[in-house]
C-alpha cells in the first residue's frame, strides 16, 4: 500500500439549503463548479456539485460526498487517482502499477485481476463509466474537481457501485481565449509539463486543447547494473471542442489519448540467499524476512515492462425542453496494456519467476437521461446500454534452471532434469544446452458483456424543513467467457527435446521424453482437466437497485438525515477457475447523521453513522499451503459498521483548519476458506481507525502578489489480521523485518506565491517529507517452490519545484 494510500473519513451528504458551509467536506476541498475559490473571512464558500445528475448546491445533496477541488490536486501536487484518495476518508487506490490498480471503499474492494468480474467502485469520467484494470487509471487532465460519492450509487450512477463511486469532472471549453502550462522539476530527475490553450471561435463556439509530458528516471536503481528500476514515462493529450445551436441545444465532443511506456514495479528479494550449491530454504521462513529497504536490489527480469495505449471519444449533447431537459452521452474506449514484474527479486537464473497481465479492451456506453424540476419535485429517469469486448491473457515465466531448483525442493528431481541431462548428453558429444531456457505458462480469457439499464430519482419536496427521495434502477448483465489454458510453452526446449529423442537419447538412458514436459503453475483441477480444451460460458443476472432518503431540517443550521439504499456488483466468471461462475454481489447499506454550522464562528462539523451488509463477495487468492502455490476462488459475506467525523475551522482571515476521521470495523458475516477455517466473526483486513488533518495560511501581498503555505498530514491504522492471513502473508503479519499493513503516515507541503495579476507563479513542494516507506505488496509466487519472495515498496520523499504561467 502507498503512502497515499490511506483510508480517511469522509462526510456525509446533505446539509442546510440556508448553510452557506456544508459540513459534508473541509471548507479547503469547497469550490464552485466553475473554478476554485480561496477562503473568505466573512463568508464560505457555494459549491455546486453534478452528483445526482442535476446541478445542486453540495448543501442540497443528501448523499456522502466529497469534492476534491483543483486547490487540492495543487497543494498534493497529485497527477492521477492514486494521489489524492489519502484525503479522502474512506479511499483506498493501490496505483503502484497504472494498468494494474486496486480501488477500495470503506473496507469493500474486488480482489480479482481477472476480465470476469467487475470493479465493486464505480470510476466515471464527464457521467461515463471508465470500466476495468487497465483503462481505469489515468492521467488527470485538465480537471475541474472530483466528486467522491461513499455508499451505493446505483439509481444515479449505473453499473458496479457497491462500494460507491468516483466522478472525475473535466473543464468544457470556455467562450474567452486562454492559455496556461506548468513546469515541475524535482528529484530522480522529475519532468512534468502540463499545458492547456482555449480558443474561442465564436461567442457559441470553442475549442480546448490540453497535453501532459511525465517522466522520472526512478527513486530505486539495480545494484549490479546502475540501472533505474522505478521510473515514469508517459503522455497524454486531450481535444475537445464545443458549440450550441440555438438557444436550447449543446454539444460537447472530446478525444483523449495516453501513451505509457515503463518498465514496471520494482521487486527487491528479502529472503537470504546462501551460495551454490546450496539452495534457498522452501519453503521460504517469513521469519527470516531482511528489511528490503536494507538490502540491494538485483534483477534480471526479462521483458520487464509497463505499458498501455489508450484512445477515447465522448459525445454529450443536451436539450432544454423547458419543461425538463435531455442529455445523451455516447463514448468509446480501447486501450491495450501490458504489465510484466519480475516475481523472485533476484538475478539468479535458478530462481527466476516473472508474472505478466496483457489486456485489450473496447467499450461503448450510450445512456439518455431525462431530469426536471417543480416546485415540488427533482426528479431524473433514462436507460444506458454498455458494451465491452475484452481480452486477457495471464502468465506465468521462468527458465528452466527454475524449474529445476522446482523439481529438486519437491523431490521430483534431485538436482534438477536439465541441467544434469545437459551434462549427460554432452559428456557423449551431443551439442545440446537444456538451461536457461525459457518457460511460459498462460491462461487466456475472453469476455463479451451487454448490459441494459432503466432508472429513475425523485426528491419530494414535503415541506420547508422535510424532504423524501426514492429511486430505482433495474439492470441486466449479459457476459459471454471463455477460457484456454495449455501445456507450457517452451519452444527452445522442445526443439532440443526432440533432437535428443531423434537420435534415441531417451532411449538410451531409460527416460521418456513426456517426463520433460508438465506443468507447474495452472494446475488445479479443472485447468488440468481441460488442457488445451476451450471452454465457454454464456449467462445473464438482473438487478433491482433502490435508494431512499429522508432529511429533516430541525433549525436553521442543523440538519439530521437518514439513507438506505442498495448496491450490486454484475455477476461474472473466475479467469482462473475454469468453469467458475458467481451471482451479483450486493450490499445493503442504511446510514444516518447530523451536520451543523455556526456561521458566525466559521465553524462546521458532521457526524454520521453506517451500517452495511456485503453478500456474495469474490475473491482471488494465491494459496500457499500445497506443494505448488495454485489461485483460487473463495466466497464470503461481510458485515460493517463505522463513524465519519469531519470538523472545518477558519480559525481567521488567512488561517484555516480541517480534520477528518473514520471509524470502520468490518469483519466476515460468513466465510469457510479454502482450507476449511471458519473466519465468521473475524476481521476482513480493513484499519479500524484513519484520519486526515490539514492547514493552510495565505498571506495576501497586495502588488507583490499571495503566498499560500499548505500542510496535510495522513494517517492509517494497521490492517487487521485474521486466521488466514499468516498462511497468505496478508495484513497484519509480522515477517522478519517486515511488517506487513503496518500502520501509515504521509506527509505533504506546499509553499507557493501567485503574482497579483494571476499570470505567474512558483512553488515548492514535498510530497512523503518524512520519507516514509512501506511494503505495498509481496511477490510470493515462488515462495514454496523456490524459497524466493520479492517486496515491492511505496515511494520515497518527492520533492521539487513548480513553475506556472496562465493568461
Known amino acids: 500500500m502507498s503512502p497515499r494510500k490511506s483510508r480517511l473519513a469522509i462526510s456525509l451528504g446533505r446539509a442546510l439549503s440556508g448553510l452557506a458551509f456544508t459540513a459534508a467536506m473541509p471548507l479547503a476541498m469547497a469550490q464552485t463548479a466553475d473554478a476554485p475559490a480561496p477562503v473568505s473571512a466573512t463568508q464560505l464558500d457555494t459549491i455546486t456539485v453534478t452528483a445526482q445528475s442535476r446541478e445542486q448546491e453540495l448543501q442540497d445533496v443528501p448523499i456522502a460526498l466529497q469534492v476534491v477541488t483543483e486547490q487540492l490536486l495543487e497543494d498534493v501536487a497529485a497527477e492521477d487517482l492514486g494521489d489524492i484518495d489519502s484525503f479522502v476518508p474512506g479511499l483506498q487506490?493501490?496505483?503502484?502499477?497504472?494498468?494494474?490498480?486496486?480501488?477500495?471503499?470503506?473496507?469493500?474492494?474486488?480482489?480479482?485481476?481477472?476480465?470476469?468480474?467487475?470493479?465493486?467502485?464505480?470510476?466515471?469520467?464527464?457521467?461515463?463509466?471508465?470500466?476495468?484494470?487497465?483503462?481505469?487509471?489515468?492521467?488527470?487532465?485538465?480537471?475541474?474537481?472530483?466528486?467522491?460519492?461513499?455508499?451505493?450509487?446505483?439509481?444515479?450512477?449505473g453499473r458496479n457501485t457497491a462500494?460507491?463511486?468516483?466522478?472525475?469532472?473535466?473543464?468544457?471549453?470556455?467562450?474567452?481565449?486562454?492559455?496556461?502550462?506548468?513546469?515541475?522539476?524535482?528529484?530522480?530527475?522529475?519532468?512534468?509539463?502540463?499545458?492547456?490553450?482555449?480558443?474561442a471561435v465564436s461567442e457559441d463556439s470553442a475549442f480546448r486543447f490540453n497535453g501532459i509530458f511525465n517522466h522520472s528516471d526512478g527513486w530505486i536503481q539495480d545494484s549490479v547494473t546502475g540501472e533505474d528500476l522505478a521510473p515514469e514515462n508517459n503522455w497524454a493529450t486531450r481535444a475537445s471542442f464545443q458549440t450550441k445551436f440555438g438557444d436550447s441545444t449543446r454539444a460537447w465532443i472530446t478525444w483523449d489519448h495516453e501513451s505509457l511506456d515503463q518498465l514496471g514495479q520494482a521487486t527487491t528479494g528479502v529472503v537470504p540467499i546462501p551460495a551454490l550449491p546450496m539452495l534457498p530454504t522452501a519453503p521460504a521462513d517469513p521469519s527470516q524476512f531482511l528489511d528490503p529497504l536494507k538490502i540491494a536490489t538485483a534483477t534480471d527480469a526479462q521483458g520487464n515492462a509497463e505499458t498501455r495505449e489508450f484512445d477515447g471519444v465522448t459525445l454529450i449533447v443536451d436539450h432544454n425542453f423547458g419543461w425538463g431537459s435531455l442529455t445523451s452521452t455516447s463514448a468509446w474506449h480501447q486501450y491495450d496494456s501490458l504489465n510484466r514484474v519480475e516475481e523472485d527479486g533476484t538475478n539468479l537464473s535458478y530462481l527466476y519467476v516473472d508474472s505478466t497481465n496483457t489486456e485489450s479492451n473496447e467499450n461503448f456506453y450510450q445512456e439518455f437521461k431525462f431530469t426536471g424540476s417543480t416546485d415540488r419535485v427533482d426528479w431524473s429517469a433514462g436507460v444506458s446500454y454498455f458494451q465491452e469486448e475484452a481480452d486477457q491473457t495471464s502468465e506465468v515465466n521462468a527458465l528452466t534452471d527454475s524449474i529445476d531448483t522446482i523439481a529438486n525442493n519437491m523431490g521430483l528431481a534431485p538436482g534438477g532434469l536439465f541441467g544434469p541431462i545437459t551434462q549427460v548428453a554432452n559428456m557423449f558429444g551431443i551439442p545440446v544446452?537444456?538451461?536457461?531456457?525459457?518457460?511460459?505458462?498462460?491462461?487466456?480469457?475472453?469476455?463479451?458483456?451487454?448490459?441494459?439499464?432503466?432508472?429513475g430519482d425523485a426528491t419530494w419536496h414535503v415541506n420547508d424543513k422535510l424532504n423524501l427521495t426514492a429511486g430505482l434502477r433495474y439492470t441486466r448483465d449479459e457476459k459471454d467467457f471463455t477460457w484456454f489454458n495449455d501445456h507450457r510453452s517452451a519452444p527452445q526446449l522442445d526443439s532440443q527435446l526432440n533432437l535428443l529423442d531423434a537420435i534415441g537419447f531417451f532411449d538410451a538412458i531409460g527416460l521418456p521424453k513426456e517426463m520433460f514436459i508438465f506443468d507447474v503453475a495452472f494446475i488445479d483441477p479443472p485447468a488440468m482437466i481441460n488442457k488445451g480444451v476451450l471452454n465457454r460460458a454464456k449467462k445473464s443476472w438482473d438487478d433491482w437497485s433502490p435508494r431512499f432518503v429522508a432529511d429533516y431540517h430541525f433549525a436553521e443550521n442543523l440538519m439530521g438525515f437518514a439513507s438506505l439504499?442498495?448496491?450490486?456488483?454484475?455477476?461474472?466468471?473466475?479467469?482462473?477457475?475454469?468453469?467458475?461462475?458467481?451471482?451479483?454481489?450486493?450490499?445493503?447499506?442504511?446510514?444516518?447523521?447530523?451536520?451543523?454550522?455556526?456561521?458566525?464562528?466559521?465553524?462546521?462539523?458532521?457526524?454520521?453513522?453506517?451500517?452495511?451488509?456485503?453478500?456474495?463477495?469474490?475473491?482471488?487468492?494465491?494459496?500457499?499451503?500445497?506443494?505448488?502455490?495454485?489461485?483460487?476462488?473463495?466466497?464470503?459475506?461481510?458485515?460493517?459498521?463505522?463513524?465519519?467525523?469531519?470538523?472545518?475551522?477558519?480559525?481567521?482571515?488567512?488561517?484555516?483548519?480541517?480534520?477528518?476521521a473514520e471509524y470502520l470495523d468490518s469483519t466476515y458475516k460468513s466465510y469457510i476458506?479454502?482450507?476449511?477455517?471458519?473466519?465468521?466473526?473475524?476481521?476482513?483486513?480493513?484499519?479500524?481507525?484513519?484520519?486526515?488533518?490539514?492547514?493552510?495560511?495565505?498571506?495576501?501581498?497586495?502588488?507583490?502578489?499571495?503566498?499560500?503555505?499548505?500542510?496535510?498530514?495522513?494517517?492509517?491504522?494497521?490492517?487487521?489480521?485474521?486466521?488466514?492471513?499468516?498462511?497468505?502473508?496478508?495484513?497484519?503479519?509480522?515477517?522478519?523485518?517486515?511488517?506487513?499493513?503496518?500502520?501509515?503516515?504521509l506527509t505533504d507541503v506546499r509553499l507557493g506565491w501567485t503574482s497579483a495579476n494571476g499570470h505567474w507563479g512558483w512553488a515548492l513542494y514535498g510530497n512523503n517529507v518524512f520519507d516514509n516507506q512501506y511494503v505495498n505488496s509481496l511477490g510470493t509466487y515462488g515462495m514454496t517452490v523456490l524459497g524466493t519472495v520479492g517486496a515491492r515498496m511505496t515511494q520515497p520523499r518527492q520533492y521539487g519545484l513548480e513553475v506556472s504561467a496562465k493568461f
Not at 470556455?174 to 509539463?193: H, I, T, V, W
Not at 544446452?433 to 432508472?455: I, M, Q, R, S
Open 93 to 157: 487506490i493501490n496505483s503502484l502499477q497504472p494498468t494494474q490498480p486496486s480501488f477500495q471503499l470503506r473496507g469493500i474492494a474486488t480482489d480479482d485481476f481477472g476480465i470476469g468480474t467487475d470493479p465493486a467502485v464505480g470510476v466515471y469520467v464527464d457521467g461515463v463509466y471508465a470500466g476495468r484494470g487497465g483503462g481505469v487509471l489515468l492521467p488527470f487532465t485538465d480537471l475541474q474537481r472530483i466528486e467522491v460519492l461513499k455508499g451505493p450509487q446505483g439509481t444515479l450512477f
Open 163 to 199: 462500494a460507491g463511486a468516483i466522478a472525475i469532472i473535466t473543464t468544457r471549453p470556455e467562450d474567452q481565449n486562454g492559455a496556461r502550462a506548468k513546469l515541475r522539476l524535482g528529484n530522480d530527475n522529475k519532468q512534468y509539463f502540463e499545458g492547456m490553450a482555449n480558443i
Open 433 to 455: 544446452d537444456l538451461t536457461g531456457l525459457p518457460w511460459n505458462e498462460k491462461f487466456v480469457n475472453t469476455l463479451d458483456t451487454k448490459a441494459y439499464a432503466a432508472f
Open 565 to 660: 439504499a442498495k448496491g450490486y456488483k454484475a455477476g461474472g466468471f473466475n479467469a482462473l477457475q475454469i468453469g467458475s461462475e458467481f451471482e451479483n454481489e450486493d450490499v445493503w447499506n442504511f446510514e444516518t447523521g447530523i451536520k451543523q454550522s455556526f456561521p458566525d464562528q466559521r465553524l462546521a462539523y458532521n457526524v454520521s453513522a453506517f451500517y452495511y451488509v456485503y453478500d456474495n463477495r469474490q475473491a482471488v487468492t494465491l494459496d500457499m499451503t500445497t506443494a505448488i502455490p495454485r489461485f483460487v476462488v473463495n466466497t464470503s459475506d461481510q458485515e460493517a459498521y463505522g463513524v465519519d467525523f469531519d470538523v472545518r475551522w477558519q480559525a481567521t482571515d488567512g488561517l484555516g483548519f480541517d480534520f477528518n
Open 673 to 745: 476458506n479454502p482450507q476449511g477455517v471458519d473466519l465468521a466473526g473475524e476481521p476482513s483486513g480493513a484499519p479500524k481507525w484513519s484520519f486526515a488533518a490539514g492547514a493552510n495560511y495565505v498571506w495576501h501581498l497586495g502588488d507583490a502578489g499571495d503566498m499560500r503555505a499548505s500542510l496535510r498530514h495522513s494517517y492509517v491504522g494497521e490492517c487487521r489480521s485474521n486466521d488466514e492471513s499468516a498462511s497468505l502473508l496478508g495484513c497484519g503479519t509480522g515477517a522478519g523485518a517486515i511488517d506487513i499493513g503496518e500502520a501509515q503516515n
